[in-house]
């Protein structure tokens, strides 16, 4: 039995269970309406770390004050600049990391392109290039320095900037397990966040989630999530079936449910853009 949900992406990301969607909306546009409300600024504390000549560190710390009101007007300055077609990335994350797309899950992408040809083409972020071009950006001293450059979505930004991609979809595979059993080698989601939980309880769960976002500005063109249950997989394997093989045959199921999820977000997206392009002439 398969579960499949789907979070909307609002103008902060706010997710709302649904079946599919996407946004395209102006930040610009959405500021113009936008009537700000009195409220105190707060402390925000500035952590800059600089070495002296002989390689101590001196932590320094700065504080100064902003108001919720400009933090959202920061969170709303952003425009779409996806165009289509595009170069769109597929970056994987499994155990927290940026991993290689397994051949199956790898089909299931480029046939998703070929129904979708006006997306444009998709092509894999390779986590070697990835985590190369973060050094080559950003030399060791100054990683240390930069909290981003230990933030996953970053490298995975610098890596589809460095194949020149203009959007990358980010997903995440793993499972959601009671009483913390295991299931094959599936860890819990990490990086993206779990999926919702589902209306019954389920022993042994596949969660996988999806982020569709601008390369150059991280503007988030929709989320999807998606789960399945992982119980039935179980009792089809014989009880010394190898450990790796049965993960393999989860992470596949759990990338097929979702697809679908993801393939409606994008049926969506292309709808909007057709919309707001019309309606720009």
């Known amino acids: 039995m398969l579960r499949l949900t789907l979070l909307i992406a609002g103008a902060g990301l706010l997710a709302a269970c649904s079946q599919h969607a996407a946004q395209v909306t102006s930040g610009e546009e959405y500021l113009a309406a936008y009537q700000p409300v009195k409220s105190a600024a707060q402390p925000v504390v500035q952590r800059t770390v600089r070495r002296t000549e002989d390689g101590a560190e001196i932590i320094e710390d700065r504080i100064e004050t902003i108001s919720t009101d400009q933090l959202i007007r920061n969170a709303a300055e952003i425009e779409p600049l996806l165009k289509l077609p595009a170069r769109i990335g597929l970056a994987r994350i499994e155990h927290g990391q940026l991993s290689t797309i397994p051949s199956a899950e790898s089909s299931m992408w480029q046939q998703l392109a070929q129904r979708h040809r006006k997306l444009g083409t998709f092509a894999a972020i390779d986590p070697f290039l990835a985590q190369y071009t973060l050094r080559s950006v950003l030399p060791q001293e100054q990683r240390a320095l930069r909290r981003d450059a230990k933030d996953l979505l970053t490298k995975i930004r610098l890596g589809a900037a460095r194949q020149h991609m203009d959007a990358v979809l980010i997903y995440e595979i793993g499972s959601r397990h009671q009483y913390g059993k295991e299931f094959g ?23 996988a989630r999806a982020f569709l976002m601008d390369v150059r500005n991280g503007y988030p063109y929709g989320v999807a999530s998606a789960s399945a249950d992982l119980e039935d997989l179980e009792r089809s394997f014989f009880d010394d079936a190898p450990k790796d093989r049965l993960g393999i045959e989860a992470k596949t199921k759990i990338a097929s449910a979702l697809l679908p999820q993801v393939e409606a977000m994008m049926g969506s997206l292309i709808g909007q853009m057709q919309t707001r392009l019309a309606s720009a002439k």
């Open 185 to 207: 080698n599936l860890t819990p989601i990490r990086v993206l966040g779990a999926a919702p939980l589902p209306d019954r309880v389920i022993e042994k769960e596949g969660v």
